[in-house]
């Protein structure tokens, strides 16, 4: 018998009763309480007469979630039957990702952010305020759940491309675990959404009467580092093997964040170093539509922040792989920003920024004054084939650039990748019409098929969705202690094998897998990091026949399991084997 059947058979003792019972969103079964349970649970008369089926109470969700016709009433609906009863929900989900990931997820997320004091129900996740910075150890003590695996955490300042949306950026952590669980079955149980409440500077959130966290002008410099180091020390003291997932930093603290604790606790960030292996495993995929090697193509970045660079780093990786130099793979890449290309000769760039400028004496031959040389300049003189939006600026890639560049190559590969969809720098549908169809598309946010010609054309959503639950997978079953660049490459490239570009024929195939096989994308990817770290001497021994047994081990399910009645006061939510759980009891 396989052990995620075995787990989702296997019966968990409980020690809550009644009401307690019900109001804890990890147990709750509401009306598929069964007769026996009932009895033994106290639950007699606290629920009405008919014993349900999973199934038909996801039939009731989703003819509720269906009355709601805006996302955002959708979003809301989501995340209260999340607080009421997760199996249910994911289950839900699980019948509908292609559906509701949207609505969980980005876009509508960003909007939940921006509104999350007004729709504010339920709390969830740990919410840890600098005025309470002496007080993290208790803090953490006060989570319900006390196996932490998986912490994703965010200081609301730059949430999306929305900018600071202070303690409203709690949506972005809730949003990425309820992935880690729909894409990668990791346990709702073992994760934590953590918001590090510094803060906001955004104006109408001081000046909001609903606003729900720390009113008060963020907090910086030392006294920032200084909160966040109490805050990991806590979490890595309380949980030494836990990873931690870094959302949704603003630019300038992203990559120090990571350089500081990369070495100290198992951690990623997912904006640099998840952009970048799902970006490149879509490029991969993207150069196999025209039968050409990533090392043959020139790219322009709009946006040259710790995305944009941590993308474009990635790239040079993989062109040294295929065989350029390093100095050749960074002279095809150029990077625009709000000063224009970068060059050599700039003052003011971020180091992670200067490796990446081009160098001013090649670019003193273009025709152009080169103290301000344009996104378009760039794209026209440095004859790309692919262009990248990392900018947050919408409709930022216009007609003519879209045309020039179309220009100097058959198939130009475009990705706008700004989220959420408010921000994205061309939609879809536009830049296949420019190019009468010939363009390679991918988006950070989903977008419907364009229709062109009487042709569907999909467009693969290169988000890290793609990604981080797959690591996180890895992780946890590998006993991963460290993430390393290695790692993110590797699933990167079992992104683009697993992409149908490589398989199907037709001049638009679509460049990612469908939604709807993540679940098993996440296990391959889990494997392959997992026998990389190995070979890095940071995972677990064993061999591969472990290590798809511990994936399988690991992954949860939303499925009701029967419930007995503990002897002992702890409710066990984990899942573990039969035979331990029936040990504990003893
Ligand atoms: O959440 C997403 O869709 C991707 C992401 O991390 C970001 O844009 O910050
Ligand atoms: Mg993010």
């Known amino acids: 018998m396989s052990k995620p059947e075995q787990t989702a058979q296997a019966a968990l003792f409980v020690s809550s009763t009644g009401s307690d019972l019900l109001a804890n969103s990890l147990l709750n079964k509401g009306t598929a309480f069964t007769a026996e349970e009932r009895e033994a649970f106290k639950l007699k008369g606290l629920l009405p007469g008919r014993i349900e089926s999973l199934q038909q109470q996801a039939a009731r969700a989703y003819h509720q979630y269906n009355s709601f016709s805006e996302a955002i009433n959708k979003h809301i ?22 559906e509701m990931m949207p609505v969980i997820y980005t876009p509508t997320v960003g909007e939940a952010c921006e509104q999350f004091s007004e729709i504010y129900r339920r709390p969830r996740g740990l919410f840890i305020s600098y005025p309470d910075r002496h007080r993290i150890k208790e803090l953490l003590d006060n989570v319900d759940h006390q196996d932490i695996k998986v912490i994703v955490v965010t200081d609301g300042s730059r949430i999306l491309g929305l900018g600071d949306q202070g303690a409203g950026g709690m949506g972005i952590p809730i949003g990425k675990l309820s992935l880690y669980t729909a894409c990668a079955g990791i346990d709702p149980a073992v994760t934590l959404p953590v918001m590090l409440d510094v803060g906001t500077n955004n104006p109408q959130l001081l000046d909001n009467p609903l606003y729900i966290g720390w009113q008060h002008k963020r907090i910086s410099d030392h006294d920032y580092d200084a909160f966040v180091d109490l805050f990991i020390e806590a979490a890595q003291t309380k949980w030494p093997d836990v990873l931690l997932q870094f959302e949704d930093f603003e630019q300038q603290k992203a990559l120090p964040l990571l350089q500081r604790y990369r070495q100290q606790i198992c951690c990623f960030n997912d904006d640099i170093q998840g952009t970048a292996s799902v970006t490149v495993g879509t490029l991969l995929a993207a150069c196999k539509v025209k039968g050409e090697q990533l090392r043959d193509q020139t790219l322009v970045f709009a946006g040259a922040g710790s995305a944009g660079c941590g993308i474009a780093e990635q790239i040079v990786t993989q062109m040294q792989a295929e065989g350029l130099t390093q100095a050749e793979a960074r002279s095809r890449i150029y990077m625009v920003d709000r000063q224009g290309l970068l060059s050599s000769d700039m003052q003011g760039l971020f180091d992670f920024q200067q490796q990446l400028a081009q ?86 946010s989903p977008f419907k098929p364009v229709k062109l010609n009487d042709q569907w054309i999909p467009i693969a959503q290169c988000n890290n969705s793609y990604i981080f639950p797959g690591i996180g997978l890895a992780v946890i079953a590998g006993n991963i202690h460290s993430i390393t660049d290695e790692m993110l490459t590797q699933a990167s490239e079992v992104l683009a094998e697993a992409s149908p570009a490589g398989q199907s024929a037709g001049e638009n195939p679509a460049l990612l897998p469908a939604l709807d096989d993540v679940f098993e994308l996440s296990q391959t990817i889990a494997f392959s990091v997992i026998k990389v770290a190995q070979s890095q001497g940071l995972a677990a021994e064993m061999d591969d026949s472990q290590i798809h047994h511990a994936i399988k081990q690991h992954l949860w399910r939303p499925r009701y399991r029967p419930y007995q009645v503990a002897k002992q006061a702890l409710d066990q939510v984990y899942a573990e084997t039969f035979d331990n759980e029936c040990k504990q009891q003893k």
Not at 77 to 98: I, K, P, S, V, W
Not at 401 to 422: A, D, E, T
């Open 359 to 444: 160098s001013a004496d090649k670019l003193k031959h273009w025709p152009v004054d080169s103290t301000f040389i344009s996104l378009a300049d760039t794209i026209k003189f440095s004859a790309a084939t692919v262009l990248i939006g990392v900018s947050g600026q919408p409709g930022l890639f216009d007609e003519a650039m879209v045309k020039q560049l179309h220009s100097q190559c058959q198939r130009p590969i475009i990705f706008p990748l700004s989220n959420p969809s408010s921000r994205v720098e061309a939609v879809p549908s536009d830049l296949l019409h420019w190019t009468q169809g010939q363009a390679i598309i991918a988006t950070g």
């Open 77 to 98: 609906y989501l995340r209260m039957l999340q607080d009421a009863n997760e199996t249910l929900f994911y289950y839900l989900l699980e019948q509908h990702l292609d």
